[in-house]
């Protein structure tokens, strides 16, 4: 299972940007489709996060309202809309994807917010 993401650049502040992750396929018993992020000197942190049974969304506190997290089934597929961004949401995104055998990592996308 390979993930691919995509959907970064270079953005200004108060930009729109959405991610794609999708997976060459689906992983057994596939679970929850998350995107992490992580910014220079910083950890990796958990941004979102979905079930693919349910849709239930979850979001860090500093994206709530901002960020919207979605999936497509058939497609393997997650996004992530972000909007107004800013700055401080520079990093690289990944995506995860967690099924019955474990985790599986996309390559990163690297998006930048400009003042």
């Known amino acids: 299972v390979q993930l691919q993401a995509s959907g970064g650049g270079l953005v200004q502040a108060g930009g729109s940007p959405r991610l794609s992750c999708a997976a060459s396929?689906?992983?057994?018993?596939?679970?929850?489709m998350s995107w992490y992020r992580q910014a220079p000197g910083k950890q990796r942190e958990l941004v979102a996060s979905i079930t693919t049974d349910t849709g239930n969304p979850n979001y860090m506190n500093s994206v709530k309202g901002r960020f919207t997290i979605s999936r497509d089934n058939a497609k393997n597929t997650v996004y992530l809309q972000m909007d107004s961004l800013t700055p401080e949401d520079t990093a690289v995104y990944y995506c995860?994807?967690?099924?019955?055998?474990?985790?599986?990592w996309g390559q990163g996308t690297q998006v930048t917010v400009s003042s």
């Open positions: 995860k994807f967690i099924g019955l055998l474990g985790d599986y």
């Open positions: 396929q689906r992983p057994l018993s596939l679970n929850t």
